[in-house]
Nanobody, 115 residues
């Protein structure tokens, strides 16, 4: 299993970023995918999740209405569109898949929201 995130960077408050996670090594279309984040000194938290077919999603309360998770099963890729970014969104963002009882993680991509 390999998960490779990209798309992070430095953005001003109110700005937008789109994260991507390219997956390989497992039947991507069969599994729910998630995005987590971890800010310095804080625990890793679930940001958004999407079921295998893409028809159902859920979000942390802190990002509802601002972030959108989506997936392209033909490209084995999951996305996180982040709008109206706030300084408190600053964190390393990780792509995740749970296969049976094992959680797999990417290397993470840094998102910094600052003026």
């Amino acid at each position: 299993v390999q998960l490779v995130e990209s798309g992070g960077g430095l953005v001003q408050p109110g700005g937008s970023l789109r994260l991507s996670c390219a997956a390989s090594g497992f039947p991507f279309s069969n599994y729910a995918m998630s995005w987590y984040r971890q800010a310095p000194g804080k625990e890793r938290e679930l940001v958004a999740a999407i079921i295998s077919g893409g028809g159902s999603t859920n979000y942390a309360d802190s990002v509802k209405g601002r972030f959108t998770i989506s997936r392209d099963n033909a490209k084995n890729t999951v996305y996180l569109q982040m709008n109206s970014l706030k300084p408190e969104d600053t964190a390393v963002y990780y792509c995740n898949v749970r296969i049976i009882a094992i959680y797999y993680w990417g290397q993470g991509t840094q998102v910094t929201v600052s003026s």
